[in-house]
T-cell receptor, first 114, second 115 residues
Framework: GQQLNQSPQSMFIQEGEDVSMNCTSS?????WLWYKQDPGEGPVLLIALYKAGELTSNGRLTAQFGITRKDSFLNISASIPSDVGIYFC??????????????FGKGTHLIIQP | ETGVTQTPRHLVMGMTNKKSLKCEQHLGHNAMYWYKQSAKKPLELMFV???????ENNSVPSRFSPECPNSSHLFLHLHTLQPEDSALYLC??????????????FGPGTRLLVL
């Protein structure tokens, strides 16, 4: 089946630093999604990417859909304490027009040191 | 209520018990999903329902039985579970559009412990 390789597995950074994480796959995905999950909660959607090469921002977050459709990255600028959590990339392979389950990466655990 | 809700939030059950997890989406979506999240493993898709019809069963053991009575409600019936089934069970929903991409929105999950 399809797999997503997400890195790094964890990050220890200082408040105010920029963060970068990425996902790669051996398969093509037609949609890339980035989620954040806080302890005891479900994943919350941060950014959705629908076109190869697309670069999308949401406040301090920026994500790009790789031109090959096999990778994506997420950047967080000027990190703040509430950015702590686990970030997941997810992809779906279906072109559209049907429900398709998401394939998830293993997550990047972001820890911010004061 | 807004978004996707799940009840109960926490559940402890014995291996011989029968219990059900409930999910309700208030987003007007037409597709719903069950995922399993275990420690140190990626979220795993279990079931997909599109317009109340099950379109995918991702090799899930028969001790997990889904039910989708309408496009807003989704259940996961549990019976004779094993300790390794302990996990966070997440429900999600999306609006499937012809020819278009769809984004899934998740509920808060049910934390299940099987003793």
């Amino acid at each position: 089946g399809q797999q997503l390789n997400q890195s790094p597995q964890s990050m220890f950074i200082q408040e105010g630093e920029d963060v970068s994480m990425n996902c790669t796959s051996s398969s093509i995905f037609n949609t890339w999604l980035w989620y954040k999950q806080d302890p005891g909660e479900g994943p919350v959607l941060l950014i959705a990417l629908y076109k190869a090469g697309e670069l999308t921002s949401n406040g301090r977050l920026t994500a790009q859909f790789g031109i090959t459709r096999k990778d994506s990255f997420l950047n967080i600028s000027a990190s703040i304490p509430s950015d702590v959590g686990i970030y997941f990339c997810a992809g779906t392979g279906m072109e559209g027009g049907g429900a398709d389950g998401l394939t998830f990466g293993k997550g990047t655990h972001l820890i911010i040191q004061p | 209520e807004t978004g996707v809700t799940q009840t109960p939030r926490h559940l402890v059950m014995g291996m011989t018990n029968k219990k059900s997890l409930k999910c309700e989406q208030h987003l007007g979506h037409n597709a719903m999903y069950w995922y399993k999240q275990s420690a140190k493993k990626p979220l795993e898709l279990m079931f997909v329902y599109n317009f109340k019809e099950q379109t995918e069963n991702n090799s899930v053991p028969s001790r997990f039985s889904p039910e989708c009575p309408n496009s807003s409600h989704l259940f996961l019936h549990l019976h004779t579970l094993q300790p390794e089934d302990s996990a966070l069970y997440l429900c999600a929903s999306s609006q499937v559009l012809a020819g278009g991409p769809e984004t899934q929105y998740f509920g808060p999950g049910t934390r299940l412990l099987v003793l």
